[in-house]
């Protein structure tokens, strides 16, 4: 008498492809690492356009200074609230022919005061900007005459 044992009972089978669950964990595996990768992305978009700004905002403050040394020891006014091009008129110096703009495209300005004036004039200046990925929106630069010290502000209010 002959015996047959197996341990194993295999049956295979010519299955071809992949089930439904199976493409369904792989699409949803896909979904989840690009609204990750997508989320991630727009964050370093937003950081990049701040420290554009930042940046920016510094240039403008160091053209600020040489026109304050170079021009009779005043500040340039912008125009309403907006800083045009500074230049000295004597001697006739381009110091920022073109003052750049956010990234966004949108001006940097002196804010405005609650009786219709700006917080710049001939002897103080304030730049300011609105950034992206900050708790609080608004980042200044200040230069108040009685003070040597150019400071960095973040403001938590605006009255633009």
């Not at 912008?78 to 000295?88: H, L, S, V």
């Amino acid at each position: 008498m002959i015996f047959k044992f197996s341990i194993f009972n295999f049956q295979f089978s010519n299955k071809k492809g992949f089930t439904l669950i199976e493409l369904l964990v792989a699409i949803s595996v896909i979904a989840l690492l690009l609204s990750v990768g997508i989320s991630s992305y727009s964050t370093v978009q937003r950081k990049g356009r701040d420290a554009k700004r930042k940046s920016d905002i510094h240039d403008i403050r160091n053209s600020m200074e040489q026109y304050y040394t170079v021009c009779s020891f005043s500040y340039p006014t912008p125009t309403g609230n907006i800083f045009g091009a500074i230049t000295c008129l004597s001697p006739s110096i381009a110091i920022m022919s073109t003052v750049p703009r956010d990234p966004r495209g949108t001006p940097y300005y002196c804010p405005t005061i609650a009786s219709g004036g700006n917080r710049c004039s001939a002897s103080s200046y304030q730049i300011c900007t609105r950034l992206e990925s900050e708790p609080t929106p608004e980042f200044c630069q200040v230069f108040v005459g009685s003070s040597s010290d150019l400071v960095d502000h973040i403001i938590t209010h605006s009255n633009t």
